[in-house]
Nanobody, 118 residues
């Protein structure tokens, strides 16, 4: 099983930027793709971006296209989420998770809080 640890959250003004990191350990060799989710008190947890671990193919939710950039460094077993032009509605706890082919998302980290002040 993969263990994941997020970092990089914080308090930032609207229009600012943050880069989140997700460090993976354990059975990373079975990972098909990894993703970033977010959850706020008002909304259910949603997938905002994902990346295939091998080929780097990316997916973005419509709400974040053009502002979020997902990437990974296979040599460091780390995934990143660059968030630009932050908006108040981006305020949430951001989680990373991993997925093996044909299986559910797993290895959830503890989350990192992103708070955007207007």
């Amino acid at each position: 099983q993969v263990q994941l640890v997020e970092s990089g959250g914080g308090l930032v003004q609207a229009g600012g930027s943050l880069r989140l990191s997700c460090a993976a350990s354990g059975r990373t060799f079975t990972t098909w793709r990894m993703g970033w989710f977010r959850q706020s008190p008002e909304k259910e947890r949603e997938l905002v971006a994902a990346i295939s671990w091998s080929g780097g193919i990316t997916y973005y939710a419509d709400s974040v296209k053009g502002r979020f950039t997902i990437s990974r460094d296979k040599s460091k077993n780390t995934m990143y989420l660059q968030i630009d032009s932050l908006k108040a509605e981006d305020t949430a706890v951001y989680y990373c998770a991993a997925q093996e082919a044909g299986r559910r998302w797993s290895g959830w980290g503890q989350g990192t809080q992103v708070t955007v002040s207007s």
